[in-house]
């Protein structure tokens, strides 16, 4: 990889002013975007979020965009998940239903996966390479009647994929957190331990 | 009016509040998109996705964070979507002498003054990942702790993308010996 450090050093931050100035001096002088373009994009978001599958009125969770390509990469691992859409009704911003969220933070025995889910799940596992993406090796603890599910798990240094697997079929990822860009497998998140390369 | 209350009208359903918030940070984002995609075209899809992630991710978006650089948290992870799509893209049409022909002019064109050419042609150069970086830390100011939440990447391995960046800039841009 190109970033591999053969040498446990952190390097030196750029020591060429100069050419941080020039930098600078370039971004600065970029060509603004044509007249009017920052309007026609918030048009066409709005337009586009009308027609986002919504959550629906009896509490079935509300259809992602990466859902299917989740339902690749599953069946890339040789396990077939059915989804449903549901396109019904007009979106609101999002404040309108609780949302996934999660969080990962270093404890002393090794990370701490969180996530939020905005319906009620029975099982949530977390995966990713750590454990051959299988959901039944790491499953998560109910935190709370508020949707929270939490696990903890040594990890070696490095960047390490994971996502989240609900029910045993639906596959998530949290959209906030860094993403390793989908390459046909499906998305995932991405973390970094720290200690060693990348 | 404050992004504070732009975002909470926003929640409330004011398309109107979204649409000003769009136009206060489209520029910023354009200038990002633009030189990490090094294509006009490229970089007017990739903003439009992020705005419409961030649009439907707006309650998620937690006070104390600021709003840019939640929103460039979003904007990086298109931009990267972005380059693999095009890698895919380029891979499949490379002998399509029809979409050569139509490709839009290099970015490093749009800029009249010969350095700022020079520069962005040899930043159109980097790695991806450098690119990022570099932009990232010197075009933005970030500090090193924010681009370690925006990308995942560790904090050295970005102290090191930064610095292989800037040296391969520099090499980029000497002039031929001899």
Redesign the interface.
Known sequence: M??R?PLPL?????D?PA??A??????A?????PEG???Q??????A??MH?PVRAADGVPRIRWWWGAAAAAILVLGVRITTTRDRTGV???????P???GTVTPTRAGLRFEIQLPDAAQQVALVGDFNGWSASATPMVRRGPQGGWAAEIPLTPG?HEYAFVVDGRRWVID?????V???GFGPS????V?GG?? | MTDAELIAR????D?DA??AL??RY??AC??FA??MLGD?TDA?DA??EA???A??????YDERDQFRG?LF??LT?QC??A??SRGRRVRRFINDEDAIGQAPAPLSE??G?V??AA??HA?SQL?A??REA??LK??EGLEYTEM?A????????L?????????R??SL?EPPRG
């Not at chain 1, 020039?22 to 971004?27: G, I």
């Not at chain 1, 002088?29 to 975007?33: G, I, Q, V």
Request: charged share 25%.
């Open positions: 190109a970033d450090d952190v390097p030196a931050e750029a060429d050419l941080v020039r930098l600078t001096a370039l971004y002088a970029t060509p603004l975007p373009q920052a309007e994009c918030a048009r066409a978001v709005l586009r979020a986002q979106p609101a911003p999002a404040t309108a239903t949302e996934l969220a960047r959209p906030l957190a860094p993403q860009p989908d390459a998140n991405a973390v970094v720290e390369s990348e | 926003t929640r409330a359903g398309s979204f649409g769009v136009t489209y520029p354009w200038r633009v030189h006009r007017e903003l439009q705005f419409l992630r649009y439907l991710a707006i309650g998620r939640w948290r979003i992870n990267r979507n380059l693999t749009l800029f003054d350095d700022h520069l962005s930043l790695d990942s450098q570099v932009l010197y075009a370690t925006m990308t995942g990447a560790g904090e050295s391995a102290k090191m993308r930064v610095k292989r960046g800037i040296d800039l520099r841009l």
